[in-house]
């Protein structure tokens, strides 16, 4: 279950998954925020405007799959000009072009949140997506809490999703963390009667500005700890599937990107790691740089072959100067692409299947 932000090079990045890995895959997509004008000082778009062609490109990009679908990133005070509450216009337009979209809440929602959350289930038939924090499970009224959600919604364990999210802790030491984590799964109630239970969570560093230029290998500490974790659960006990955030990190800030020198990096998953290659910023410098940091990926050893993904081709042709180098948005599909698919088949060969 990838968890991904709704924007353009992600959804590219799904759209041009192989159709193994997209059968193999349930993305949770949070709809961003509005962006923030910051010359003029306010939203650079309607709440109308930012989700008005959701529906018909969640039905063309992820071509009538299922999906979590969480809009926890809007402001609660929106609504769209015809009155409507921006989780009912967004299923609205699912529905419309004929997607399967199921509902993501959780226990700190507003009421009008819930409210729309309800009406959907109701009009849809559907399942509910149900994301639990870390701090939300440790609490002691998060049983009270949770039924009390459950009720208001209508519907049972068995209709519902569950997602721990992790976000992104402190790993370490891993040994205690595992061990953190698996006392909560023991304290989660009617385990297992949930109809899917996912951990999802990420290491990734929050901003690229805290690496070095050049090449340097992060550890998928969230990969790592899952297969500890599923190796030290007993054989009754429930497994949960795998989540993550792919190659970002779950907090956002508004940035004046006036301001913002982003830089040219590639972020490529490797075998429990990440292989990040940094450059200089594109505004001083330039994208011409990627063909070098395709050159070096591709004999870094590491590469895992022009075949693997429609990212990985992308790099190879990269690297021979037969395609572009792109903009930003082109290597962020480029590495969330690559990601998922070496993700499912991480999943499939440590599972056995």
Same mark, same amino acid.
């Given at each position: ?6 924007? %353009? ?5 799904? =759209? *041009?998954?192989?159709? /193994?890995?997209?059968? !193999?895959?349930?993305?949770?997509? +949070? ?91 109701? %009009? ?5 997506? =149900? *994301?639990?924090?870390? /701090?939300?499970?440790? !609490?002691?009224?998060?049983?009270? +809490? ?208």
């Amino acid at each position: 279950m990838p968890c991904i932000r709704w924007k %353009q090079g992600e959804y590219q990045a799904l =759209l *041009r998954l192989k159709l /193994e890995a997209k059968d !193999s895959t349930t993305p949770l997509f +949070e709809i961003p925020e509005i962006g923030w004008d910051f010359e003029s000082q306010e939203e650079a778009k309607t709440i109308d405007e930012h989700l008005e062609k959701f529906g018909k490109r969640f039905s063309e990009k992820w071509s009538y799959r299922w999906a979590f679908v969480d809009l926890k990133m809007i402001d609660p005070n929106e609504r769209m000009k015809d009155g409507r509450h921006p989780m009912q216009f967004v299923f609205d337009g699912v529905r419309k072009y004929e997607g399967w979209a199921i509902p993501v809440t959780g226990i700190g929602r507003d009421n009008a949140y819930q409210k729309a959350v309800a009406q959907i289930i109701s %009009q849809d038939h559907a399942s509910l997506c =149900l *994301r639990v924090a870390i /701090e939300e499970v440790s !609490s002691n009224e998060f049983n009270s +809490e949770l039924e009390t959600l459950l009720s208001k919604l209508s519907v049972q364990p068995e209709e519902c999703h569950l997602v721990l999210d992790l976000e992104a802790p402190n790993f370490e030491p891993l040994d205690g963390f595992i061990k953190m984590l698996q006392s909560l799964i023991a304290k989660l109630p009617h385990l297992e009667r949930w109809r899917t239970f996912t951990i999802c969570g990420t290491s990734f560093p929050e901003t690229m500005g805290q690496l070095k230029v050049g090449v340097q290998i992060l550890k998928r500490y969230e990969w790592v700890v899952y297969k500890m974790l599923i190796k030290r659960l007993g054989a009754r006990e429930r497994k949960p599937a795998f989540g993550d955030y792919v190659v970002a990190h779950p907090e956002t800030s508004k940035v004046d990107m006036r301001l913002v020198k982003p830089a040219a990096s590639i972020r490529y998953t490797i075998d429990d790691a990440w292989y990040v290659v940094k450059g200089q910023n594109v505004r001083d410098h330039g994208t011409a740089q990627y063909v070098k940091h395709c050159a070096v990926l591709v004999s870094s050893g590491l590469f895992a072959g022009n075949d693997f993904s429609v990212g990985d081709e992308y790099v190879r042709n990269c690297a021979l100067g037969k395609v572009r180098p792109g903009r930003l948005t082109t290597w962020r599909w480029v590495g969330t692409n690559h990601h998922i698919e070496k993700t499912v088949r991480d999943v499939a060969s440590f599972a056995g299947f």
